[in-house]
């Protein structure tokens, strides 16, 4: 226990004519509802979500390269990424054309790949593995 006095704990009279100038000025702003799932969305939500479906058609320039086959992809190096870890595997499109055969899709060309090597091994099939990203 401290010999200190309670007084330390009350704000003085300066500090407190301070909190109720600034608890009025506070009242006369009008109150702002918080937005409820019923609500109507604003103009600005709606045309951000056009301009990003506008951006992804124009991006989007034929099949995606990861539902490819292998003997379909033009590229030379082909790359894959997990978001677990980090760890990024390439690999020359000859070399892969190589292991699995041609007719082999690239998205399961890259899962085996980084799962050959993980190192996120948990012991439950369903959080075992990297999650892939490919490039």
Known sequence: MTDR???????????????????????????????????????????AILDDAAGDRATSSGPSVRTQRLAEIQRHLLRVACRRCGRIVEIQTADAVRLPGPQAIWKDVGQRLLDDTCTQRTGRLEEDGCWPSFE
């Open 5 to 47: 006095p309670a007084s330390w704990r009350i704000p003085t009279r300066k500090q407190m004519d301070k909190l109720a100038a600034a608890s009025a000025v506070r009242a006369n702003v009008p109150p702002v509802r918080p937005s409820g799932p019923g609500d109507e969305m604003p103009p600005e939500y709606w045309q």
